[in-house]
């Protein structure tokens, strides 16, 4: 079992930037590919980002392409999601999630994970 637990939402105002970090436990963390995804209110779940287990390979929602970024520490066992010029829409609760495929695939689709966290809240609002 892998435990997930996602930090650093909160109000930004549109333009800034904010830093999410996804601490992971209870299984080899560079075991595990790592994705982000949202859920605004009234709208499905969405995927936001994807690292490989080596942290070599990214994969971005062409919304977001530009703005964020992933990456992980495999030695701190967490993954981020640096968000910046933030824009009223990306306001969601954000999700981190794990999946532990044993050939290390990135997938985009949000059933093919495993292991999610309890998901942080992100409003981009002046």
């Known amino acids: 079992q892998v435990q997930v637990v996602e930090s650093g939402g909160g109000l930004v105002q549109p333009g800034g930037s904010l830093r999410l970090s996804c601490a992971a436990s209870?299984?080899?963390?560079?075991?595990?590919?790592m994705g982000w995804f949202r859920q605004a209110p009234g709208k499905e779940r969405e995927f936001v980002a994807a690292?490989?287990?080596?942290?070599?390979?990214?994969y971005y929602a062409d919304s977001v392409k530009g703005r964020f970024t992933i990456s992980r520490d495999n030695f701190k066992n967490t993954v981020y999601l640096q968000m910046n010029s933030l824009k009223p829409e990306d306001t969601a609760v954000y999700y981190c999630?794990?999946?532990?495929?044993?050939?290390?695939?990135?997938?985009?689709?949000?059933?093919?994970?495993?292991?999610w966290g309890q998901g942080t809240q992100v409003t981009v609002s002046s």
């Open positions: 209870g299984r080899t963390f560079n075991n595990l590919v």
């Open positions: 690292i490989n287990r080596s942290g070599g390979s990214t």
């Open positions: 999630a794990a999946d532990d495929n044993s050939l290390g695939l990135v997938f985009m689709m949000g059933n093919a994970y495993d292991y």
